[in-house]
């Protein structure tokens, strides 16, 4: 609520990440960034949304390292139990194309997890609330 109050705007973060690739794309390519009819509507800036996902990741870092869980290693014992000690290459191309895959889904559906949980249902919108239902079933149910 208090997001909606001070900036009239619903809180997520996949806005974040088009912004930042934006931001990037007028440091390298200019005239093809702004020729994207996105970028058109929405100019590249660093705003509210792309600090708010620094802060996530900075204080996901800060409370790591400050409760002694910075373990520093890149394959977690599960992992490697599964995949073997040799599997770093495996790891890092999962986490690339899961994360491409759920920043294409987000900007599809319109709003990221996080938009849909805590900002749309807060605003009694069917289409987040469907979400929401949708992400937990796909939560739950490779566990059974």
Request: hydrophobic residues 50%; glycine residues 14%; charged residues 15%.
């Amino acid at each position: 609520m208090a997001t909606f109050y001070f900036s009239d705007k619903p809180i997520g973060a996949s806005s974040a990440y088009a912004r930042l690739a934006g931001v990037v794309g007028n440091l390298f390519v200019r005239r093809h960034t702004e020729s994207l009819k996105y970028y058109q509507d929405f100019k590249p800036k660093v705003d509210w949304e792309v600090m708010l996902v620094v802060g996530v990741v900075g204080g996901a870092f800060l409370a790591a390292w400050l409760g002694g869980e910075l373990t520093g290693e890149w394959l977690p014992t599960m992992w490697s139990a599964r995949f073997g000690e040799d599997s770093l290459a495996l790891r890092l191309g999962a986490a690339f194309i899961g994360g491409g895959l759920m920043a294409f889904d987000a900007r599809l559906a319109g709003r990221c997890t996080s938009g849909h949980g805590i900002s749309g249902t807060m605003q009694l919108s069917v289409g987040s609330w469907v979400a929401v239902a949708c992400i937990f079933v796909g939560g739950i149910a490779p566990r059974y």
